[in-house]
């Protein structure tokens, strides 16, 4: 009897994955804008494949009004992990919070200064005497904006004007009233407002090459307590960015199924898609390890970091120079990248096409 049930129990192991036997832990996740879009496709893409469930985990990505206050909620332990962009992190980090990045998404940055397609302002130089639009004099774009300026060799409290132009709308309405004569907002932005006035140029800004962009922060103490869940975090999004990079396609299709709200009524699917597939394939090119030459997905470049970081200290954004080894790290990147990629994307190709 006691070696059949023996026999019983071993089957039964053999037979059920240990990640159902396993209680899913929920993750909070500060989403560090207002609204979802384009960029939340991994954690819509993770939930539709099960690769949360594969990693043991649940995520509740909360969204939030800024960068600045997915920082401030992560110390104050209101969320475990966010994903804030550098500028309000390191600006923080510069005031003493110990944080931990342990996964950066992209190496390159969505922030600079855009003009119409059409504009005769061809160089950041150009700007001299001009307006400069922004979502908001404390943005991240009106801080950039200034940098751009100062880099220049001008001086941006008087060569240029800087105003608030607000959102999406309102800053395409700026720009074909001749209210401004530039925007500095966001890619996703910039994107859909080149779609609503015929097009849209950004002007080259190499102090911005290979600046990074947004990665999973937590503070230094709760990472060195759960490096497991933060590799669990981390490898759940890199399965779902591997599946993006093979089918973008398919990961808004998944976007839109499980936030149909990003489609706006009476707004086009085809046209929306469209728009979306620009900017993930924009993204992919900093993104991609394959193509960024990155040693796996999320691996952090503190290169990039520090030259970023010296220019953020440089244009006024933080109150001292910060240093990537004072709150970045690589020591997950090996297990986080630990899964079958080839498979990934052969899941991602087989993927039903709308």
């Not at 070696?3 to 209680?23: E, G, Q, R």
């Amino acid at each position: 009897m006691k070696s059949t049930l023996l026999k019983l129990t071993c089957l039964f192991a053999l037979a059920v994955p240990v990640n159902i036997a396993v209680a899913q832990e929920n993750v909070r996740v500060g989403w560090c804008t207002t609204s979802f879009n384009a960029f939340t496709s991994p954690f819509a893409v993770a939930k539709k494949m099960g690769y949360d469930v594969e990693e043991g985990i649940t995520v509740d990505l909360v969204p939030v009004a800024s960068g600045s206050d997915c920082v401030k909620f992560i110390a104050t332990g209101e969320f475990n992990y966010a994903v804030p962009s550098i500028e309000p992190l390191a600006s923080i980090v510069a005031q003493g919070l110990e944080a931990a990045e342990f996964y950066n998404f992209y190496s390159g940055t969505g922030f600079g200064i855009a003009v119409p397609v059409d504009s005769d302002i061809k160089t950041i130089a150009d700007l001299r005497g001009k307006k400069i639009g922004v979502l908001s004099l404390t943005a991240v774009g009106y801080s950039v904006a200034r940098g751009l300026v100062k880099s220049e060799g001008m001086n941006p409290d008087a060569d240029v004007t800087i105003v608030n132009v607000g959102e999406t709308q309102r800053a395409a309405l700026a720009l074909q009233n001749h209210e401004v004569d530039a925007i500095s907002l966001f890619e996703t932005a910039h994107i859909a407002i080149g779609s609503l006035i015929g097009g849209i140029r950004m002007l080259d800004a190499p102090a911005l090459i290979g600046a990074p962009q947004g990665g999973f922060v937590s503070t230094a103490s709760y990472f060195a307590d759960h490096k497991p869940e933060a590799v669990a975090l981390g490898r759940m999004y890199s399965k779902a960015s591997a599946f993006i990079a093979a089918n973008p396609s398919a990961a808004l299709d998944i976007l839109y199924e499980t936030y149909p709200q990003l489609v706006p009524t009476g707004r086009d699917l085809a046209e929306v898609k469209a728009l979306d597939l620009e900017i993930l394939e924009r993204r992919l090119k900093v993104w991609d390890p394959a193509v960024t030459g990155a040693g796996g997905w999320g691996e952090i470049n503190e290169d990039g970091f520090n030259r970023y970081l010296a220019l953020m200290a440089d244009w006024g954004m933080t109150s001292r120079l910060v240093t990537a080894d004072e709150f970045t790290t690589n020591e997950l990147i090996g297990q986080i990248n630990d899964f079958d990629q080839a498979a990934i994307a052969e899941q991602a190709k087989a993927y039903p096409s709308k």
